[in-house]
């Protein structure tokens, strides 16, 4: 599996009814009985994973409804050491001033750097295959690999045979 999405609801909507012991109770539920699973599940796999953790909109328990403050994220690489925070939640997020002005940019941080650099010159015009590879200086095979991939994740298609464009803004 190249990509799995998982939406949980429960927090939103306790946060929608102000319920804050029963948001805490929902979130370690998914960390229990989901997240737990699927960490396991990719470490007994001995392949490299990154994993995104985080909300589609924050529910403060004050307002009972959306906002649009910023959207705290977790971004979790196999390869990399752990830093030192333990826990997750919003001020510890706000600390580190990382950031993500516009939401779909998010996808360019779960990606790899090659992949970030070919999602990022697609557009609403389609770009060619050859132009990908004069803008990147990325070989074919090499380019021909993050298409595929990108394009199985569901974040560009082709419009035509080798032209290539953003499937999500």
Do not use: W
């Amino acid at each position: 599996c190249d990509l799995a999405y998982f939406h949980f609801e429960a927090p939103d909507e306790c946060g929608h009814r102000g319920e804050c012991k029963n948001k805490v109770k929902a979130i370690e539920i998914i960390d229990e009985r989901s997240l737990k699973l699927i960490l396991e599940h990719f470490e007994k796999s001995g392949e490299d994973f990154r994993i995104l953790i985080m909300p589609d909109h924050p529910t403060p328990l004050c307002t009972m409804t959306h906002s649009s403050d910023p959207v705290p994220y977790l971004l979790y690489d196999s390869r990399k050491a752990l830093g030192q925070n333990e826990a997750f939640n919003e001020e510890l997020c706000e600390q580190t001033g990382n950031f993500v002005e516009h939401g779909p940019d998010i996808m360019k941080k779960l990606l790899e750097k090659d992949e970030t650099l070919v999602y990022s010159l697609t557009d609403f015009q389609p770009i060619s295959l050859g132009t990908l590879i004069e803008k990147t200086n990325i070989s074919l095979c090499r380019m021909i690999e993050i298409v595929s991939r990108l394009k199985e994740l569901g974040l560009i298609k082709e419009t035509v045979p080798n032209y290539y464009v953003k499937a999500i803004f």
